[in-house]
């Protein structure tokens, strides 16, 4: 099992950047592969970019490429998100995730992006 604590979000200006932390438990981080997902109100939780195990795949949303990257490091058990060219479609909260090797999925508590245009 792994928990996920979220960390950086903050008020920011449209064209701003801002590098969202997720910090794991475990010693086991490296089995996982990592993701970064967000959620605007009233709308529906949307996924932003993913991360191999290893680090060497990354996937992103259209939305967000070119603009995002996320990263990984598994001797720190951290992955990151940074942003930058922030527009104010990309406030939500955003959420980690982390996924097993057998397909179980854990969530972050989540934490507030604020883009002010």
């Known amino acids: 099992q792994v928990q996920l604590v979220e960390s950086g979000g903050r008020l920011v200006q449209a064209g701003g950047s801002l590098r969202l932390s997720c910090a794991a438990s475990g010693r086991t981080f490296s089995s996982y592969a990592m993701g970064w997902f967000r959620q605007a109100p009233g709308k529906q939780r949307e996924f932003v970019a993913a991360i191999s195990y290893g680090g060497a795949n990354t996937h992103y949303a259209d939305s967000v490429k070119g603009r995002f990257t996320i990263s990984r490091d598994n001797a720190m058990n951290t992955v990151y998100l940074q942003m930058s060219s922030l527009k104010p479609e990309d406030a939500a909260v955003y959420y980690c995730?982390?996924?097993?090797?057998?397909?179980?999925?854990?969530w972050g508590q989540g934490i507030q992006v604020t883009v002010s245009s």
């Open positions: 995730n982390a996924v097993s090797l057998l397909g179980v999925i854990y």
